[in-house]
């Protein structure tokens, strides 16, 4: 009886709290405290936690001051830095965390005698689930029924060749059924699975280094040993002038605010971050690099069918009997007249009744299978019961038709369906008013021309065929032929308007359907996808690389063609161009997982999901583009990090370094403490808030970047060395001023303070030249104002003593107000200039 009904719901619930969850257990995710005492590890962080110290101890050295505030002081800015990469890398964390759990994949169970989806994670032994092409097997599991059932089992074995299974054969969790359907009682679940006793050596792997991080860090690198030569002679210079403890603390300090060592933690950040805003709009990110490389699509390769089109199949015309019929006026009266076809429609056919979370009967399947079975419920009314399954040779998409063999009182019958052309060629006689006639090519010619019209009108179009047969006959030939029926799949209406966003920003979009190829030219007219011509499969086959690759630069509707077609066109087109490819079918796994972006839609099976770098939630080709406008939103905010963090720190090291070598100071420019706080305002908050930045309003109305095209390329490094001097003028300039007028204690304070509000002039020019308004983006202002507070803070306040400085007078502030429009002003022009004469 269970094999019927399977688990109740009770059962179900009490067998997870006994057996536990359907889970691998996998390295802990770092928790919060894991994360905190990370932020330590970092040898420049050590280093400085290392100077604190030594700086405590030289007190109690022989003729040698106490330094326990600047020890106090240098421990909290450490702390406070601290803080700040535990919240990037908390929120990135929590940010991944919260779409994996999107991701996982759901399994159909039969509990409580009805047919429901739910997590694979809640299954339990006992579980009655159901299985079909694509799926992923949820648990180990015995087969208790099965049609044409083969696995791939390469997860566990190695072998690419797919297994046939019977009744009482084995399955096991994290292989996938490559084509048939099965029903199999769970068995095992979670670590007592095969896949779980060899879970040590298949824990989850670290998430592969983004380009972004690989080409930062590698620029990292550079900087840092630029960098470490100058602190080197930085120290040898000063050793000389300031003493030994202070040169090794003004040169580590110096390292600190220089090299970007967060960055690779900020850019992980800023991907999550989009990643998240991306799931919002339906695409799901599976792997995080595909946030930068969304933005830099060049081609969008799409299905045609529940991405451009609605994927809400209904029937709307058949043809029977050399008649046409409207669906719509066929009734309990009438329908006699296409009976025949209806049954066939019906029986070679997977779609089933079951039930939603609301308990609401819903019919579960292709839709394309699910429109046949819809009118055929609507007017059998049940009436084809009697007739039992036996086998099943099912769809795919190289075949293009399906059978399956039904038993009805003793005998046997094959029910088939198809493209009508393929199941045409299966044909050797025609039924045609009960009677049995020899087809031949002037009918074969007729029933297409009928297609013809049929796909003229954009209808999606199946053709019905079936042979009474013997039990153990399952050869698809020698077939009778039925007849005909015609489907409606609107367009989505967004789709027209995404089309032309696409051609906007520059990028092409190219139709890959198995769908009739006059089907695929009525949709792309529809929705305004310009072709020069359209070229099926068959004439696919027959070009050479470098035909097609020519082809390839009009033809834009590529019809009835195979998985196999998609991936040698990705092969063609990736030598020139970043694709996204969207798929669904167990064999689309290859084309996605080589494609740049491989895009799942959320209909499709959990093998190519699993392959996948994005899911569509909606299955909607506009959820595509919107992908890509945040991607290239996300990549521009990191651009304004990367332009703003090294202006900061090259005016930082720049003044340093030729203050020491040509100033007769007695005093280093700025003291280590101040040089840790500057870092600590700069560097922090309003450079993270960048991240948050909304896209400019004309990101889709430029192509893409170029395919060799680094995220520092000739503008943006000429932009940060010409206002990284610009800013090391103005402050030497502000310096001096006020040096002049006020003492060398105001003009150390003025420099201070000058580092602070100057490199937020940076972000105001950056803000000018996207055209973004300061309002729109709030937790920018917030980062702003809260530093500039902070730094009224230690000017005004007792805070100054710890920081030797003094409180800012009327003039200073009158050259620092000079020095802020100035460097604005210059700003701009700089980037004006720039933008005109430097090529990429």
Known sequence: MQEKRGLTSLEAKKRVFKFGKNELKKQRRANGLKIFVSQFTSPLILLLVFVAIISWAIGFLPNQDSNVIDTVLILIIVFASALSGFFQDYKAEKTIEALQKIATPQTRVIRDGREIKISITNIVPGDLVLLEEGDIIPADAKIIEAFSLEIDESTLTGESKAVNKKINDELFKGTFVNSGNAKALVTKIGMKTEIGNIA????????????????????????????????????????????????????????????????????????????????????????????????????????????????EMSITDLF???????????????????????????????????????????????????????????????????????????????????????????????????????????????????????????????????NRQFASKALRILGFAFKQTSSKNTSEENLVWLGLQAMIDPPKKEVKEALKNCKTAGIRVIMMTGDNPLTAKAIADKIGLKSKGVMIGRELDKLKNKELEEKLKTINIFARVSPFHKLRILEILKKDYRIAMTGDGVNDALALKKADVGIAVGRGTEVAKQASDIILLDNNFASIVSAVKEGRRAFDNIRKFINYLFVCNLAEVGVLFLATLFLTLKEPILLPIQILWINLL??????????????????????????KEPIINKKLAWLIGAIGIKKMILLFATFFIVLFVSGIEQARTALFTGFVLYEFVRIGSIR?????????????????????????LVVYTPLSKFFHIAPLGIFAWFILIIGIVIGYILAILITKVVMKYVEE
């Open 200 to 311: 040590g050596k298949l824990q989850e792997m670290k998430e592969e280094k983004t380009p972004f991080e690989i080409e930062i860090k590698t620029f990292s690198k550079k900087i840092f040993y630029v960098t470490l030569g100058i602190v080197v002679l930085l120290f040898l210079v000063s050793i000389f002038k300031y003493g030994l403890y202070e040169s090794i603390l003004i040169s580590i300090s110096l390292a600190v605010a220089a090299i970007p060592e967060g960055l690779p933690a900020v850019l992980v950040l800023v991907l999550a971050i989009g990643a998240k805003v991306m799931a919002g709009k339906n695409a799901l990110v599976r792997k995080l690099n595909v946030v930068e490389s969304s933005g830099a699509v060049d081609v969008v390769c799409t299905d045609k069918t529940g991405t451009l089109t609605k994927n």
């Open 320 to 450: 029977f009997n050399n008649k046409f019929f409207s669906a719509s006026e066929l009734n309990e009266k009438n329908f006699n007249e296409v009976k025949e076809l209806l049954v066939c429609g019906s029986l070679c056919n997977n779609a089933k009744t079951g039930y939603n979370d609301k308990n609401k009967q819903i019919y579960l399947g292709d839709q394309t299978e699910i429109a046949l079975k819809k009118l055929a419920d609507k007017l059998l009314k049940n009436k084809i019961k009697e007739y039992k399954k036996i086998e099943e040779i099912s769809f795919t998409s190289d075949r293009k038709m399906m059978s399956i063999v039904y038993k009805n009182k003793e005998k046997y019958f094959m029910f088939s369906k198809g493209a009508p052309e393929i199941l045409l060629e299966k044909c050797d006689k025609i039924y045609k008013n009960g009677k049995f006639i020899k087809i031949n090519n002037k009918i074969k010619e007729e029933i297409l021309e009928r």
């Open 682 to 707: 700069t560097d922090g908050f309003p450079a993270l808030a960048l991240g948050a930045d909304p896209a400019r309003s004309d990101i889709m109305n430029k192509p893409p970047r170029k395919k």
């Open 768 to 792: 000018y030249q996207d055209k973004l308004s300061w309002f729109s983006n709030k937790w920018l202002l917030v980062a702003l104002i809260g530093s500039v507070l902070l730094q009224l």
